[in-house]
């Protein structure tokens, strides 16, 4: 996993959150094991208690099971990923929701940008990414 950390936001929820977007990529699976809290430390260059923190929030929410002995592990259920899909993007709708209104853009402007995005993409084009 390599990552590059913002100051505006707290480490431990950036790990979380690149771990929710692998879920719902499909680059962890349901019961992928996860990176132990020291490796995951190590490869990040961060505090061993700051993955903790993120492990742990990942389990209270239902995300990962730790297992006695043989590590945390995405859980085990197809739904996770969906449920995960759809947190993430209720979070970038509300994001660009909220961008295009103080841009001063109207929902029918937002909603035509969106539509002429995809239309892009669906041609091959692409669109720039941030």
Same mark, same amino acid.
């Given at each position: 996993?390599?990552?590059?950390?913002?100051?505006?936001?707290?480490?431990?929820?950036?790990?979380?959150?690149?771990?929710?977007?692998?879920?719902?990529?499909?680059?962890?699976?349901?019961?992928?094991?996860?990176?132990?809290?020291?490796?995951?430390?190590?490869?990040?260059?961060?505090?061993?208690?700051?993955?903790?923190? /993120?492990?742990? &929030?990942?389990?209270?929410?239902? %995300?990962?099971?730790? !297992?006695?002995?043989?590590?945390?592990?995405?859980? =085990? *259920?197809? /739904?996770?990923? &969906?449920?995960?899909?759809?947190? %993430?993007?209720?979070? !970038?709708?509300?994001?660009?929701?909220?961008?295009? =209104? *103080?841009?001063?853009?109207?929902?029918?402007?937002?909603?035509? %940008?969106?539509?002429?995005?995809?239309?892009?993409?669906?041609?091959?084009?692409?669109?720039?990414?941030?």
């Amino acid at each position: 996993m390599d990552m590059k950390f913002t100051t505006s936001i707290p480490i431990y929820l950036q790990i979380m959150d690149e771990i929710k977007r692998q879920i719902a990529t499909g680059v962890l699976k349901p019961g992928d094991k996860l990176p132990s809290q020291r490796e995951l430390a190590a490869q990040l260059k961060v505090n061993a208690n700051t993955v903790q923190r /993120a492990y742990r &929030e990942m389990e209270v929410l239902g %995300l990962v099971e730790t !297992l006695r002995g043989q590590g945390t592990f995405v859980r =085990r *259920s197809q /739904a996770i990923v &969906e449920e995960t899909r759809r947190e %993430l993007l209720s979070r !970038l709708v509300d994001d660009f929701a909220c961008a295009m =209104r *103080s841009l001063g853009f109207d929902r029918g402007e937002a909603l035509e %940008l969106v539509r002429s995005a995809f239309e892009r993409i669906e041609a091959g084009e692409g669109v720039e990414e941030q």
